[in-house]
């Protein structure tokens, strides 16, 4: 007697019925936007009313990229999208015309070493093996454009390894750096989700030299663990000088706005090897604190 198998499904699935949808016979019925299916009618997805939608539609996306990519946890790179790297720092100056653009000029070529320690730093983590179940740890994870965001994709493709992309749409055209993994490169509408896929998987963060888009950022992962809302991570922040004159954290401290303790959220680093052992000693004290279960 042969084995009874129960089939695993009994209705068709979407994308069949996606394709049996486009090759309909057409009358006025059919080709009324009315007819079309609601997940394939686009002018449907952007009504104000399926907002709510879309929010779900761009949280599930990359997660379901990244867990199938067998991600488990990532290194985030936040910083400036203005900071070139050292090779074309020159062509700055050079196209100076004025004593204030030559200023500016000389500031970002100075800053332009962090593209350098980003891109270090890149390589650095993206060595760190796999684990028991396959899963990939701190995978380079930027906001896909250029600067200090390429050199961080630039860095994992150094050596080999894939490095994820979260692109949102602006107002002014733009596409994500050429080093960007493929298959991992997403693009967001919303920045609060495009800022929450940043910290699901992180489990280290660097941040360098940025505007405001990389304040915007770093401030809420520090408001984030200053309230408890996500454990300790290590947050790097390479360049005390750049970082101490643009913020004053210790002012904060004074004006009783902030503890002293939560200065401890984050760590001066100034180097990628200085940045990378702190991450290494993060989770090499954690895991000797945490009790092991009895064999």
């Not at 002018?43 to 399926?50: A, I, S």
């Not at 405001?212 to 996500?230: A, M, P």
Request: negative net charge; glycine residues 6%.
């Amino acid at each position: 007697m042969t084995e009874t198998r129960v089939p695993s499904r009994v209705f068709p699935r979407a994308k069949q019925d996606a394709d049996a949808a486009r090759q309909s016979i057409s009358t006025p019925q059919t080709e009324s936007p009315a007819y079309k299916l609601a997940f394939q009618d686009m002018d449907f997805l952007v009504r104000e009313d399926l907002r709510p939608v879309r929010f779900q539609l761009e949280l599930l996306k990359t997660q379901l990229i990244l867990e199938e990519a067998h991600i488990g946890s990532t290194f985030v790179f936040y910083g400036s999208a203005r900071i070139p790297e050292p090779a074309k720092a020159q062509a700055l100056l050079d196209l100076a015309t004025d004593e204030n653009s030559r200023r500016i000029a000389e500031s970002l070529v100075a800053k332009s070493k962090y593209y350098d320690m980003a891109r270090e730093l890149a390589q650095l983590c993206s060595n760190f093996p796999r684990d028991e179940a396959g899963k990939r740890h701190f995978v380079v994870c930027s906001g896909g454009g250029p600067s200090i965001m390429e050199a961080a994709n630039r860095g994992a493709t150094d050596v080999h390894a894939e490095s994820i992309g979260l692109n949102i749409v602006l107002p002014h055209e733009q596409a994500p750096n050429p080093y960007v993994t493929p298959s991992l490169s997403t693009q967001f509408h919303y920045f609060a989700l495009r800022k929450m896929h940043f910290l699901l998987h992180a489990r280290a963060l660097a941040a360098f030299p940025g505007g405001f888009g990389t304040f915007d950022e770093l401030f809420e992962l520090l408001t984030l663990i200053q309230t408890g809302k996500i454990e300790p991570m290590p947050v790097l922040l390479f360049g005390r000088e750049f970082w101490e004159r643009v913020v004053n954290f210790d002012a904060l401290v004074e004006e009783g706005v902030v503890s002293e303790r939560d200065l401890g959220i984050f760590r001066y680093v100034e180097s990628a090897a200085e940045g990378w052992a702190v991450v290494q000693d993060f989770y090499r004290e954690r895991q000797e604190k945490t009790p092991q279960p009895p064999r």
